[in-house]
């Protein structure tokens, strides 16, 4: 029995159907008006997001015999069936309530791609509970993102859920995904990951999202010192490529090159590109872990970004993964 095959991976994320128009005069209301300002739009490009959503469908993806679990809630609505149809339903079943339409996530664009406007109504998806049922199974890998944790209520049951996936070997992944002004003060989200009784093993975020939150601009010199706990740390740094520290030592991870005519929208390509580097990292046990396995799945993460990037979608579909898979297996 693989590695894999012992356990499983959770993911704890919002459930929102991402939504995109390529009009830089609109001008979209706040809240729950943004639904019915949508429903009179036309040319909208929609498809499935969400970031831990979209990080959780990328690593079954890549490892479609990976039992994986999503803990995600929709609304009982059109988005709602929408989100589940292109959900794998490997995933497992999606939460559901009555009372509370599907998150919508809007970005607004120009006609050269470049993000006039982004908003969000979340509805549902800050809906989301841990079933009791789901602290009694041995999880190997618990993903989540910082503005999910922001958003989940009682953070009581998410500490539980990590101390077990902890008790079981297994690894708490976190996302700094949402790290902004938008989404809360620094001090704010500082406050949550201090607030956590058992820190994370793996940590991914871009070279903003870490300056929002550390007020460091240097990442040459942050990557040495931040998150000192975990074992994996990975700063994206777009065109750049990327910085992991693993095991004391930093790796320089180039970013794959493609023309900038090519590139139709960056939205999903983090996430994408942590679904593909986690799924690759737990092939093998974190004891069993060498530079030469983290660099092969970070360029197999970047290479997955590359293609997402090129596409209007947040995520890649079983004949680009497949691409991502042969890749990494000629690595």
Avoid at 198 to 212: I, R, T, W
Avoid at 299 to 308: D, E, H, M
Wanted: glycine share 8%; hydrophobic share 40%.
């Amino acid at each position: 029995m693989s590695y894999l095959e012992s356990g499983r991976a959770i993911a704890l994320g919002l459930a929102l159907v991402d939504e995109k128009i390529y009009n830089p005069n609109l001008k979209p209301p706040n809240g729950q008006e943004l639904l019915s300002f949508l429903d009179n739009q036309t040319n909208i490009i929609r498809s499935i997001g969400g970031i831990t959503s979209n990080v959780i469908s990328a690593f079954s993806n890549f490892t479609p015999s990976a039992r994986s679990r999503l803990l995600a809630c929709i609304g009982n609505d059109e988005r709602g069936l929408f989100f589940t149809a292109h959900t794998d339903p490997n995933l497992g079943p999606l939460q559901k309530v009555s009372d509370a339409p599907t998150g919508v996530a809007l970005t607004i664009l120009d006609s050269e791609g470049t993000v006039v406007v982004r908003t969000r109504y979340f509805g549902a998806a800050n809906r989301v509970v841990i079933p009791k049922a789901e602290f009694s199974e041995k999880n190997l890998l618990f993903i989540t993102d910082l503005f999910t944790m922001k958003n989940f209520k009682p953070s009581e049951d998410m500490d539980k859920l990590i101390q077990s996936t902890a008790a079981s070997g297994g690894m708490f992944a976190l996302n700094l995904g949402g790290m902004n002004a938008a989404n809360g003060s620094s001090e704010e989200l500082s406050n949550i990951l201090q607030s956590l009784r058992q820190l994370p093993d793996f940590v991914v975020g871009n070279e903003n999202e870490y300056e929002y939150l550390t007020k460091e601009t240097d990442m040459d010199n942050l990557i040495e010192k931040v998150f000192p706990s975990s074992n994996i740390v990975i700063i994206t740094q777009g065109s750049k490529g990327s910085l992991i520290r693993f095991n004391g030592k930093i790796l320089h991870i180039p970013a794959f090159k493609i023309p900038d005519k090519t590139v139709a929208d960056e939205t999903g390509a983090g996430d994408c590109y942590t679904g593909v580097i986690l799924s690759a990292l737990i092939q093998k046990a974190q004891f069993e872990w060498t530079d030469q396995h983290v660099t092969g799945a970070a360029l197999t993460g970047s290479f997955a970004a590359a293609i997402v990037v090129q596409s209007s979608r947040s995520r890649l579909n079983h004949e680009e993964m497949q691409k991502v898979k042969d890749f990494y297996n000629d690595a």
